[in-house]
């Protein structure tokens, strides 16, 4: 389970509490450059943002625009070049590497447009692996890995490895996966871009049920239109800055 907010981080003093007015994602003047083997390219240029918690919202733009960089900054997978990305009351700057990854472990869940499970492994060990990493009692992670597992309506493929499932069935394990630890944050990368129509409604659709009922705030970078507009907000992400959409 995810721990509280407040609790500590090792590496850091821990998430704060937030009042009412604290946006649950905090984004000032962000800034990522990459340096080129002849000059330094800048994907994001001073970007601002605020999510609310318990918020849905949709990142869209051409590709290439820095959409999944800023996921994977406000993720802990990779970190700014300057500015300010506060997530849960907790000022990323501030931890280290071994921090980041706790803090990631225990707040975040992440889904990408390919599913990346472990083809040697079971749906249920796929999804009990971060529970694991997490050093929770084996017992315990098997029991929530099932119940997600049923939640994503995969109760009868508990014991299928890869190869055995669907586009779908995969997509929605790794959804599960995501999810087991019960995070406060969903990360979506084009989380239905490797599937058909009617399966990618079905992720979307599960998606959004399980940001309710769980109370997840999630973001999704999504070149799908529907499940965009599905979403409390869209925004646009170019020339490295954020402009809002009708």
């Known amino acids: 389970m995810s721990q509280p907010a407040g609790q500590e981080i090792a590496g850091s003093e821990g998430p704060k509490a937030l009042t009412k007015q604290t946006p649950f994602i905090l984004i000032e003047k962000l800034c990522k450059t990459y340096e080129g083997p002849r ?12 999510v609310a918690a318990g918020e849905t919202v949709a990142i869209v733009g051409s590709s290439g625009v820095g959409k999944s960089t800023l996921l994977h900054i406000i993720g802990t997978l990779d970190r700014a070049s300057a500015g300010r990305v506060v997530v849960d009351g907790q000022e990323l700057a501030s931890l280290d590497e071994p921090g980041l990854a706790a803090f990631r472990n225990r707040y975040i869940g992440f889904v990408f447009q390919f599913h ?8 249920l060990e796929n999804v009990m692996m971060p529970a694991l ?17 049923a939640e994503v309506g995969l109760a009868q493929r508990l014991g299928h490895r890869l190869g055995e499932l669907s586009g779908g069935e995969a997509q929605r394990v790794a959804v599960a996966r995501a999810l087991v630890l019960r995070p406060r944050l969903l990360l979506a990368d084009e989380p239905t871009g490797n599937l058909d129509e009617r399966t990618g409604e079905k992720v979307h659709q599960l998606i959004l049920r399980l940001n309710a009922e769980m109370g997840l705030t999630t973001l999704v970078v999504t070149h799908n239109e529907r499940l965009a507009a599905s979403l409390d907000r869209r925004l646009r992400l170019a020339e490295g800055r954020i402009i809002p959409l009708p």
């Open 133 to 149: 990493i997490a050093k929770q009692d084996r017992r315990q992670a098997e029991k929530l890995a099932g119940e997600l597992l």
């Open 116 to 123: 990346h499970l472990l083809p040697e492994f079971s749906a």
């Open 39 to 50: 000059d330094k390219v800048e994907v994001l240029k001073g970007l601002d943002l605020e």
